[in-house]
């Protein structure tokens, strides 16, 4: 069975986590940014309230101050500083509505008013005059100041529309609860977006920078290799360094297509391609490549699925292929013939293929991350089934990994099928290669 080869930390696990820290942080600054802001714009009308406030006298005050004297009523004399100061004006009604004192009154302003008059000057104004009443016994004291200084209304609500009022208020909370929240996604997902965009785009630019040293390294391993005033050591060791540069290149190309297809940047070329074409000519070319008695392929094509034609990066797809049968010849670990069935057939317009083959099967653990929809990082010895999963999903296909019921394991691949009418009008069997 394979193993992964010791304890390795669990990338998506920290990624989640890194994720969630963004987004509380994300909601907990904007939260303190809404709340500065508030209390700077309440903080702000309440500087602009107390330098426009002009803290007018009051009834009360004004009756404090007002004595009764023999030749009539006499006002403190501060508080008379202070009226005129703020440029107010005062009168005292007796219980017939007459005025009985009264200081700096406009002359417009009449010397007696009805019960009307009063009633109406208690919620209004006096003629255009702003007034407060304050009412002692039988007298009232009107205080009132200059016109269009002060803004007087008599405001009153329905307790319906108060009731209303309430759930607007809490309609407006939970907006602005939701707008703090879709902010702070919206940042995240950029945020994170940003790094793995930077994460990318450094990786590629490494991979560029190893590429051209080593095709000098592989250059020269190879001249040496076939040197024959080496001696046969030297170049076994040149054929190592060579077959080793070989693979470091195609891990590079391998974790550029990786990052490419996690993140959806590899730009899919697609066309119009027949499956059962591209499983058979990858298949030939491995029994071509092998070396007698090891490597059996047992093709089972539908007829139906023969023809069947699919939307498809072409290069890609022969990636998926060609990693499923390397993948069965290095870890077939059972015999040295390496058994591979592979069945396509088709069924309501989609197209199934299912690879499978005589080795010891996945492991537990393996068949777990195979199975699992999270964004996991993949050790070396399932780096190539992770790729096929990744440029199948991309593919807007399916695909399951499992183990046979004897033996083996199998790969089931799904695509969704082209209408044959339609590939029959757009003259795709023109540039078809069969290769039997």
């Known amino acids: 069975m394979r193993g992964f080869g010791g304890e390795r930390i669990n990338y998506n696990y920290r990624k989640a986590a890194h994720l969630l820290f963004y987004g509380v942080l994300a909601v907990f600054g904007i939260a303190m940014l809404t709340f500065i802001l508030n209390i700077v714009f309440l903080i702000s009308a309440a500087i602009v309230y107390v330098n ?21 009523y006499v006002l403190d004399r501060e508080v008379e500083e202070e009226l005129g100061l703020k440029d107010q004006w005062a009168m005292l009604l007796d219980e017939n509505g007459r005025v ?13 008013y009805s019960r009307s008059d009063i009633a109406r000057m208690s919620k209004w104004y006096l003629q255009g005059y702003p007034v407060q ?8 004291m009107i205080v009132g100041m200059q016109k269009e200084t002060m803004w007087k209304y008599n405001v009153e609500f329905s307790l319906p529309w108060m009731e209303f009022a309430k759930r607007v208020i809490l309609a407006y909370l939970f907006i602005n609860f939701a707008w703090i929240v879709v902010l702070a996604f919206f940042f995240t997902r950029r945020f994170t977006k940003n790094r793995e965009r930077a994460r990318i785009e450094w990786i590629a630019g490494i991979s560029h920078d190893i590429r051209t040293p080593l095709s000098v390294v592989m250059g ?3 001249t040496l290799e076939r040197s024959e005033s080496l001696p046969e050591d030297a170049r076994q060791q040149a054929a190592v360094i060579r077959h080793q540069s070989l693979v470091m290149k195609e891990l590079i190309a391998d974790l550029n297509l ?3 297809l996690e993140y959806s940047m590899q730009a899919l070329r697609k ?7 591209i499983v058979r000519s990858v298949a030939v070319a491995f029994l071509n490549d092998s070396e007698p008695g090891q490597l059996d392929i047992d093709m089972q094509i539908e007829p139906k699925a023969e023809q069947l034609c699919v939307k498809a990066d072409r290069q890609l797809l022969v990636r998926v292929f060609r990693n499923l049968i390397n993948n069965s010849m290095k870890h077939n670990g059972r015999s040295k013939l390496v058994k591979i069935r592979i069945a396509i057939w088709q069924e309501k317009q989609k197209c199934h293929i299912r690879l499978e083959d005589n080795g010891v099967g996945y492991s537990e653990e393996i068949l777990r991350r195979l ?3 999270k964004k996991d990082s993949t050790g070396e010895n399932i780096r190539g089934l992770e790729i ?3 440029i199948i999903l991309a593919h807007g296909g399916k695909i399951r990994f499992g183990n046979g019921e004897e033996s083996g394991e199998y790969c089931l691949i799904t695509l969704r099928g082209m209408k044959q009418n339609k590939a029959y009008f757009n003259g795709v069997w023109n540039h078809l290669d069969y290769r039997d």
């Open 271 to 277: 066309e119009t391609v027949r499956p059962a074409e």
């Open 388 to 390: 096929v999963k990744k």
């Open 133 to 140: 009443m304050r009412a002692w016994d039988d007298r009232i």
């Open 371 to 373: 199975r699992s929809r």
């Open 100 to 112: 009985i004192w009264s200081i700096r009154k406009p002359e417009e302003l009449k010397d007696e």
């Open 258 to 260: 990786t990052s490419q």
């Open 220 to 222: 020269y391993a190879d």
């Open 52 to 72: 426009t406030d002009s803290n007018y006298v009051g009834g009360g005050e004004i009756m404090k101050a007002l004595t009764v004297t023999q030749n009539g």
